[in-house]
């Protein structure tokens, strides 16, 4: 029996072995650690450890601080809202009901193709009256 601590602790060399193969998020099948640098260079990613994370998550933690605090301000400025009128029948006019009949089952014209399609209709509405 060996009482621990009196022979000290022999360092030995250690080699990290190689990555298996495996799918990124993307598909792309990452065969080796070199492969994986490239990947990274290539759709321009970091690789995050533990301690990059958290200091993400402090950040995400006080953006989202931040933005409370903005809409609470902003909630003062808000009026009550206010319950709307009655609603009430929409009446067309007789040119917006020939319009609409005209326009049936047809493409939706161009501007400047609609407005001479209204005046059309205008001149046909009033030599009808007289």
Request: hydrophobic share 30%; charged share 35%.
């Amino acid at each position: 029996m060996v009482e621990i601590g009196q022979n000290p602790i022999e360092e030995h060399h250690y080699v990290q072995p190689d990555l298996e193969p495996f799918k990124n998020v993307d598909n792309a099948v990452i065969t080796s650690r070199a492969n994986w640098r490239e990947h990274l260079i290539k759709t321009e990613c970091v690789e995050m450890g533990h301690s990059d994370m958290k200091v993400a998550q402090e950040k995400w933690n006080k953006r989202q601080a931040d933005h409370r605090e903005r809409v609470d301000k902003g909630k003062s400025f808000i009026n009550e809202h206010h319950q709307p009128a009655e609603a009430r029948e929409y009446k067309r006019t007789n040119l917006s009901a020939e319009m609409a009949n005209k326009l049936d089952n047809r493409p939706q014209p161009g501007r400047i193709e609609m407005i001479k399609l209204t005046l059309q209709t205008m001149k046909e509405m009033n030599n009808r009256g007289r």
